[in-house]
């Protein structure tokens, strides 16, 4: 199957904008392809009203500072959820994904705390990891202020941010806690290996290249051995077991489709209850297109209805 309609029209008006004498991002440097990528957000409209939204400023383990933003969708949500975005650890921020928080929080009914972990090249691997599990317990302990009680807390990302929150999920299990009720893992970057197979279809080259994951792992993880390590390609810990409940959603033609397809695999082999959807005619970052793309909407509903049953609540 292509691409479907809604995504080739999308690709061409970027293609139409950007002009015939454009760079391929991953020929930009960090700052030039933030300023390119940055008009994503004025397509997403403002999202819907919140009860009440706040920004929390975190200590880092560094000594650095860094921001959260937590939207209330109600006066007493029934969940809370820590969400990591996705810009493979250099590009977007909380800003860019104000519109997709509202809307998850407004259709699962969860408070939703999104991460503006610090990003690569200023702060390489591990920074991002440390920052999102400082994300993670810092909400664990204000579930009360947050939502009024102790509700299900889970831990979601998409691309980058997937690979975050699988990482994150590992850290609190080995940790003894905090304790979650699910990880939502959307397009996860699971593994540092271009020799998969969704890495060399041809039809799998749009918004994001295997030249351009290249570029973001250069400037993540620079040192090429740190790269196989567990917390930054989570697909290598040795064991997967005792993990929360997962719900891995991948886009058929997406170059880390088949990571996160084997990761997924790996979870429930080691016996944790997964559900898995493939997107059929979606690449990666479709479900970042919040008001453009309609199966984002669609994959949306699903994470918010996982949510609002309290999946896995009893993990």
């Known amino acids: 199957m292509a691409l479907d309609e809604a995504t080739l029209g999308f690709l061409s008006g970027m293609a139409e904008a950007a002009g015939p004498d454009a760079k391929p991002m991953w020929q930009l440097s960090p700052a030039e392809a933030r300023i390119a990528g940055s008009g994503l957000k004025d397509l997403y409209g403002e999202g819907p009203d919140m009860h009440r939204s706040e920004d929390h400023t975190l200590n880092g383990y560094d000594g650095g500072t860094f921001q959260v933003r937590v939207h209330v969708p109600v006066a007493q949500p029934s969940a809370a959820i820590v969400y990591l975005h996705g810009g493979g650890w250099v590009l977007e921020d909380i800003a860019g994904y104000e519109t997709l ?64 929150a699988a990482v994150t999920a590992l850290r609190a299990r080995d940790h003894g806690g905090p304790d979650l009720s699910g990880q939502i893992l959307i397009y996860p970057v699971t593994d540092y290996d271009f020799t998969r197979g969704s890495y060399l279809e041809p039809e799998n080259q749009s918004f994001l290249t295997t030249e351009f994951m290249d570029w973001f792992w250069n400037h993540y ?18 064991s997967l077991a005792g993990l929360p409940s997962a719900l891995v959603i991948t886009a058929e033609h997406d170059v880390v489709r088949d990571e996160g397809e084997a990761y997924a695999e790996r979870l429930r082999a080691a016996g944790v209850p997964v559900e898995h959807r493939r997107w059929p005619g979606q690449m990666h970052l479709f479900f970042s297109l919040v008001n453009v793309l309609p199966a984002s909407a669609e994959a949306m509903d699903l994470v918010a209805a996982k949510v609002r049953d309290g999946w896995g609540a009893a993990n």
């Open 101 to 164: 928080g509202r809307q998850l929080a407004e259709k699962s009914g969860a408070a939703v705390v999104l991460v503006n972990y610090r990003k690569a090249p200023e702060h390489p691997f591990p920074t991002p990891v440390e920052d999102s599990w400082t994300a993670l317990q810092w909400a664990a302990s204000q579930l009360e202020q947050i939502a009024g009680r102790q509700v299900p807390l889970f831990i979601g990302g998409d691309s980058a941010g997937g690979n975050l």
């Open 221 to 238: 993880v620079p040192a090429p051995e740190d790269r196989l390590h567990p917390e930054a390609s989570p697909l290598r810990h040795e």
